[in-house]
């Protein structure tokens, strides 16, 4: 894995193992290694061995301090890549309304079969990488898993995005936390519906929208969409296979925005159009994030620049 950082490319691969002992060589001069003699003074320290095979955790104490633990406990670095993208184009969509739980417009069912058809394709082409990597004995990256897994929302509009993909080659799992905000008394109302019967919400919700929460029976801020989806991305740091996610507009702000480590006060007002998959690649040295969008007349997803 060090062998593919950046300070080491393109160099001969025994001088980088060399230069990287003396390198370890170094840090063991200069830091202090904390054991158990220091556990005496209190201190509170998390150890971790081997991305997370080995964890050692010494007086931890607090919820946030625990959650980090946790955290690291299930983070993984795996080579694979997270697909993200919105459900096809719903019926509501195409009448403005937020909310509910409308099909797809055909047009939406189109992009559902490109879908499966492009994801199946990426497949069979990290494949044919896996093998000629394995032909040519390159084993210097770990190798990649072959499975697939796909998560929706429990909404008809994500569900039918995935009819196009075999259950028997895809572990495919509908998830209640992917679901879209919920928009309480909003639901099924279009933006200039709810801006005639509740002006007043229309305002708030423009002047604070990450801190604004819909009115009605489990009326959904962006913050509290944040919050739910904790356990989600837990268990997507967790997996060590390429993961399709098909979701919802804010939901897809939200995870993007935690990959990218965009601030979550911009996470509101991101660019994440229908028909757009993205696909992000966590590596040891950043996150490699690529852009497609669905060319209608091609039938095709055509790569584009990622706008940050
Ligand atoms: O319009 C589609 C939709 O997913 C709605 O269901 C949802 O309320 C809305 O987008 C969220 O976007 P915004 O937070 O920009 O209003």
């Known amino acids: 894995m060090k062998l593919s950082s950046p300070d080491y490319k393109g160099m001969d691969e025994k001088q980088a193992r060399d230069?990287?002992?003396?390198?370890?060589?170094?840090?063991?001069r200069?830091?202090?290694?904390?054991?158990?003699?220091?556990?005496?003074?209190?201190?509170?320290?998390?150890?971790?061995i081997n991305v997370g095979k080995k964890v050692i955790a010494y007086n931890i104490q607090g919820y946030l301090a625990g959650q980090c633990i946790f955290?690291?406990?299930?983070?993984?670095?795996?080579?694979?890549?997270?697909?993200?993208?919105?459900?096809?184009?719903?019926?509501?969509?195409l009448i403005g309304k937020i909310g509910g739980?409308?099909?797809?417009?055909?047009?939406?069912?189109?992009?559902?079969?490109?879908?499966?058809?492009?994801?199946?394709?990426?497949?069979?082409?990290?494949?044919?990488?896996?093998?000629v990597e394995a032909e040519a004995g390159m084993a210097i990256s770990p190798l990649r898993e072959r499975t697939v897994a796909v998560w929706t929302s429990m909404l008809t509009r994500t569900k039918e995005t995935v009819e196009g993909f075999d259950p028997k080659e895809y572990d495919i799992k509908h998830i209640r936390f992917l679901n879209e905000i919920y928009a309480?008394?909003?639901?099924?109302?279009?933006?200039?519906?709810?801006?005639?019967?509740?002006?007043?919400?229309?305002?708030?919700?423009?002047?604070?929208?990450?801190?604004?929460?819909?009115?009605?029976?489990?009326?959904?801020?962006?913050?509290?969409?944040?919050?739910?989806?904790?356990?989600?991305?837990?268990?997507?740091?967790?997996?060590?296979?390429?993961?399709?996610?098909?979701?919802?507009?804010?939901?897809?702000?939200?995870?993007?925005?935690?990959?990218?480590?965009?601030?979550?006060s911009k996470m509101p007002e991101m660019d994440v159009h229908l028909h757009t998959l993205y696909c992000v690649e966590p590596k040891p040295h950043g996150t490699v994030v690529k852009k497609y969008r669905w060319d209608e007349e091609l039938d095709w997803f055509v790569e584009e620049p990622v706008d940050k």
């Open 71 to 93: 955290y690291l406990m299930n983070f993984n670095l795996s080579p694979r890549c997270i697909w993200l993208t919105r459900h096809g184009e719903s019926t509501d969509n």
């Open 19 to 28: 230069d990287f002992k003396k390198r370890l060589e170094n840090y063991e």
């Open 30 to 48: 200069a830091y202090q290694t904390l054991g158990e003699e220091d556990e005496e003074d209190g201190i509170q320290y998390c150890k971790l």
């Open 101 to 131: 739980d409308a099909p797809l417009s055909g047009r939406g069912k189109k992009y559902g079969d490109c879908l499966s058809r492009f994801i199946q394709h990426q497949r069979q082409e990290n494949e044919k990488s896996r093998r």
């Open 184 to 264: 309480g008394i909003c639901e099924g109302l279009s933006y200039s519906q709810i801006e005639n019967e509740y002006p007043e919400e229309f305002e708030a919700r423009r002047v604070n929208k990450l801190f604004y929460r819909y009115p009605g029976m489990g009326g959904e801020s962006y913050l509290d969409v944040i919050q739910r989806l904790n356990p989600l991305i837990i268990e997507m740091e967790r997996m060590t296979s390429d993961l399709l996610i098909v979701t919802h507009r804010v939901v897809l702000r939200i995870l993007l925005g935690y990959l990218m480590d965009i601030d979550r």
